[in-house]
T-cell receptor, first 113, second 111 residues
Framework: DAGVIQSPRHEVTEMGQEVTLRCKPISGHNSLFWYRQTMMRGLELLIY????????DSGMPEDRFSAKMPNASFSTLKIQPSEPRDSAVYFC???????????FGPGTRLTVL | SQQGEEDPQALSIQEGENATMNCSYKTSINNLQWYRQNSGRGLVHLILIRSNEREKHSGRLRVTLDTSKKSSSLLITASRAADTASYFC???????????FGQGTRLTINP
């Protein structure tokens, strides 16, 4: 298996632009997680899905952030409009069920200028 | 907060020495997991220990769990330069449907 796939690996954009991060979970996994990691705040859970349904989005910082999982093999995290404080590494992870071992993707390093 | 807390925040030792990291939590758990993160990479799962287990081994890694003290430790024996990384504990709390990650311990192995 190729593992969790994220794209793009790096994204540099200007403040106010829309950013879309993509994730393909491991086939057969039922749970998908989006995390954000910064030096200041550490690793933060933004939202997670179980069987394509959002279960907990309490970590989404603002309405500017939205996430979707239209099917079992694809999820997106969108930031619109982006701000410099959104600069971080965004990780996607998947697991068989919500409290099982999580497999992380390589991350997307987002820089908002 | 349900978050597990790692201790110490940073640890620097000589190659060949043993490294011990600790994780404490506040509420009952179903399982506790340890992950490693190399700089610039995603987290990698190391070991999962269930609430009814007291110790698990994987190669040079040993994890213990003391549910009465609500704490776990990760021991890396005969450390190598390649063990330099951040180590996170993640707890699966009873009644919760997600893992909660701690802030991590930054381990540096000096050659």
């Amino acid at each position: 298996d190729a593992g969790v796939i994220q794209s793009p690996r790096h994204e540099v954009t200007e403040m106010g632009q829309e950013v879309t991060l993509r994730c393909k979970p491991i086939s057969g996994h039922n749970s998908l997680f989006w995390y954000r990691q910064t030096m200041m705040r550490g690793l933060e859970l933004l939202i997670y899905f179980n069987n394509n349904v959002p279960i907990d989005d309490s970590g989404m910082p603002e309405d500017r952030f939205s996430a979707k999982m239209p099917n079992a093999s694809f999820s997106t995290l969108k930031i619109q409009p982006s701000e410099p404080r959104d600069s971080a590494v965004y990780f996607c992870a998947s697991s068989l069920f919500t409290t099982d071992t999580q497999y992380f993707g390589p991350g997307t390093r987002l820089t908002v200028l | 907060s349900q978050q597990g807390e790692e201790d110490p925040q940073a640890l620097s030792i000589q190659e060949g020495e043993n490294a011990t990291m600790n994780c404490s939590y506040k509420t009952s758990i179903n399982n506790l997991q340890w992950y490693r993160q190399n700089s610039g990479r995603g987290l990698v799962h190391l070991i999962l220990i269930r609430s009814n287990e007291r110790e698990k081994h994987s190669g040079r890694l040993r994890v213990t769990l003391d549910t009465s003290k609500k704490s776990s430790s990760l021991l890396i024996t005969a450390s190598r330069a390649a063990d330099t990384a951040s180590y996170f504990c993640a707890t699966g709390f009873q009644g919760a449907q997600k893992l909660v990650f701690g802030q991590g311990t930054r381990l540096t192995i000096n050659p």
